[in-house]
């Protein structure tokens, strides 16, 4: 079963907006991992923030995690074509650091 | 370091058959994990293996087995297919020794199966 949810499901934008992507998880975490999937392909990993931190920067990526609320956003900066794909969120279940439980991902479009 | 490969990239069986799925982790890491993906219910972890050891399980019926050699190659199968089983698998791998909070993976391109 998926962990939380995302939100929105689909987002659409024009080249050089920013994109806002939203995840929310039901249970405690050690940490949580934002990955990226082109067009049904492997996954790649972005960006992990652990339990007990708030807020972390990767180039144009920024994410926020707030614990209180089990819920953590995806901010890309000046958003490009090539940015153009599903993004994923993840957290450890229980029971092993490997098993990632996966939201349901947003499908970010970045228009020319 | 090469990535983590999978084979067959495309595989089209018939319900009732069984399938098997090839993985070879990046040089090191001892840790490879299995993911289904689905329209319908999304990313699901199927299971992990370290050290040829089965770590972590998921839902999955028994029908879905893996195992992992002693160079950390990992092959998934699935018996008797189903309809619902046509999805994308993915295999990943990390180092999976350290004790510290960090579980980043990494993926294959994977294995899309289509059950007809």
């Known amino acids: 079963s998926q962990q939380g949810e995302e939100d929105p499901q689909a987002l659409s934008i024009q080249e050089g907006e920013n994109a806002t992507m939203n995840c929310s998880y039901k249970t405690s975490i050690n940490n949580l991992q934002w990955y990226r999937q082109n067009s049904g392909r492997g996954l790649v990993h972005l960006i992990l923030i652990r339990s007990n931190e708030r807020e972390k920067h990767s180039g144009r990526l920024r994410v926020t995690l707030d614990t209180s609320k089990k819920s953590s956003s995806l901010l890309i900066t000046a958003s490009r074509a090539a940015d153009t794909a599903s993004y994923f969120c993840a957290t450890d279940g229980s029971g092993g650091y490997n098993k990632l439980i996966f939201g349901a991902g947003t499908r970010l479009a970045v228009h020319p | 370091k090469a990535g983590v490969t999978q084979t067959p990239r495309y595989l089209i069986k018939t319900r009732g058959q069984q399938v098997t799925l090839s993985c070879s982790p990046i040089?090191?890491?001892?840790?490879v994990s299995w993911y289904q993906q689905t329209p319908g219910q999304g990313l699901q972890f199927l299971f992990e293996y370290f050290s040829e050891t089965q770590r972590n399980k998921g839902n999955f019926p028994g029908r879905f087995s893996g195992r992992q050699f002693s160079n950390s190659r990992s092959e998934m199968n699935v018996s008797t297919l189903e309809l619902g089983d046509s999805a994308l698998y993915l295999c990943?791998?990390?180092?999976?020794?350290?004790?510290?909070?960090?579980?980043?993976?990494?993926f294959g391109a994977g294995t899309r199966l289509s059950v007809l």
């Open positions: 990943a791998s990390s180092p999976g020794t350290t004790r510290v909070a960090k579980n980043i993976q990494y």
């Open positions: 040089s090191g890491h001892r840790s």
